[in-house]
């Protein structure tokens, strides 16, 4: 990645950074709504976090961070913007927890080898145009038998195609949704590799915010709207969920989805 387009990124997340209500985040929704199934596989995964040395990696608001060591984990929360770990620091403490904060190249860390007990990254990798360099980077950190959690967009999905190109606005031009075949590599990296994909069917509910609700793409951000609003979306949802499960046992439907969800062990 060029030194320019790291400073993009960074100039575009900072300016994200300030508009971000701190007091209007509400944590746990990030991982028990129903509207979160990635968050949702990843903690029926993990196990009991307590006492763990936990990294996230990416953390922009630090929802994440702060819905951890709430759970007893000890977090350190980075992001190449410092802009964003500053509101998650300030995210922190408004729920009444300690976290660390830093600034971080994912490509290049700067921890010791086996420093982690979990490195967890949400919507990272598809902003780094190697990440395959990433991975090998929370490997190395991460403790013998310790955990990389992550999940990120894939490329394949024509609907999911079609937003971005509208969106313009709220994502940077140099994003690069993930190769399902990733995850090829990342069983070679590490021991043990359990993944999911989610957002077949239930992305009829992207379509009709802009088709019906005539949502803005580039006034709100279709998939903070998911969350903030699950609970108008519950049943919905639901319905649309059990039709996903069906149809991911569809040969070759999975790289369909809009979402990737992995868990590998070291």
């Known amino acids: 990645m060029s030194e320019e387009t790291l400073d993009k990124e960074r100039r575009f997340h900072n300016t994200w950074a300030a508009a971000i209500d701190v007091e209007g985040i509400r944590v746990a929704d990030y991982f028990e709504a129903c509207t979160a199934p990635e968050n949702r596989f990843i903690l029926q995964q993990m196990g009991d976090i307590t006492g763990k040395k936990l990294l996230d ?42 976290i660390e904060g830093c600034t971080a190249n994912a490509m290049a860390l700067d921890f010791p080898d086996n420093t982690f007990d979990l490195v967890y990254a949400s919507n ?4 780094i145009p190697e990440p395959k360099i990433a991975l090998e980077e929370m490997h190395r ?21 079609v937003y971005r190109r509208l969106a313009t606005e709220v994502r940077t031009e140099d994003e690069m949704p993930l190769d399902i075949n990733l995850v090829d590599y990342i069983k070679s990296l590490f021991s043990e590799t359990v993944y999911d994909t989610f957002w077949l069917a239930t992305l009829w509910i992207f379509l009709r915010f802009y088709l019906i609700e005539k949502v803005d793409p580039n006034q709100e951000r279709y998939w903070k709207k998911i969350i903030i609003e699950q609970e108008r979306l519950k049943g919905e949802y639901q319905r649309l969920e059990m039709l996903d499960k069906v149809l991911k046992k569809i040969p070759l439907m999975k790289r369909f989805a809009w979402n990737l969800a992995v868990i590998a062990r070291k």
């Open 57 to 98: 990696l990416g953390c922009g608001a630090g929802e994440n961070s702060v819905y951890f060591a709430t759970k007893g984990a000890h977090c350190v929360a980075a992001d190449y913007s410092p802009g964003m770990v500053e509101v998650a620091l300030k995210l922190a403490a408004a729920n009444g927890v300690a």
């Open 124 to 127: 990272l990798l598809h902003h």
């Open 141 to 161: 950190v991460l403790k013998p038998g310790g955990k990389a959690c992550f999940w990120d967009p894939l490329r394949h999905n024509p609907v999911i195609n």
